[in-house]
């Protein structure tokens, strides 16, 4: 299962999913950059890759997340710069996401809620269109909304 070294954020909504919907993947980010894609089903690792600070990143999940639908998630480096990976949908370029490497700055990013809670399921919005979760290494879990 997954420890309390992986820190990491649950996404919520997006793509095939609906809103409020938890799906079976979790990113987690090292000091060191390095991004893993778990499965939250299993607890195994599907997939690590290196993420440079507010940098897009494709990461590949075997079986498909949504019906093979494409996901977008964020993490949240020790820099506290936020990164935008692409969760399944194979066969796309990761070059398609560099529009996004100013995330963090981008006025349609908001924090709704930021809060110490090992338990970041507590946090769903189920209704927002898009929701995200990311967590630094202080333990800060922050819920955005995206639209």
């Not at 100013?102 to 930021?114: C, I, K, M």
Request: net charge positive; charged share 15%; with cysteine.
């Amino acid at each position: 299962g997954l420890t309390e070294a992986v820190h990491g954020m649950a996404a919520y909504g997006g793509g095939g999913g609906g809103a409020g919907d938890l799906l079976p993947r979790l990113l987690s980010c090292t000091q060191a950059g390095v991004v893993h894609c778990w499965d939250l089903n299993s607890g195994t690792l599907l997939d690590a890759q290196v993420l440079h600070a507010g940098e897009s990143r494709y990461v590949s999940a075997s079986g498909g997340v949504g019906g093979g639908d494409a996901q977008l998630v964020l993490t949240s480096g020790f820099d506290g710069r936020i990164g935008l990976c692409q969760v399944g949908g194979a066969g796309r370029d990761p070059a398609d996401l560099t529009r996004n490497r100013r995330f963090a700055a981008h006025p349609s990013a908001r924090v709704l809620q930021a809060k110490w809670n090992p338990n970041p399921v507590a946090l769903a919005a189920p209704g927002a269109k898009r929701s995200y979760l990311s967590c630094g290494t202080d333990g800060l879990v922050k819920l955005w909304r995206v639209w």
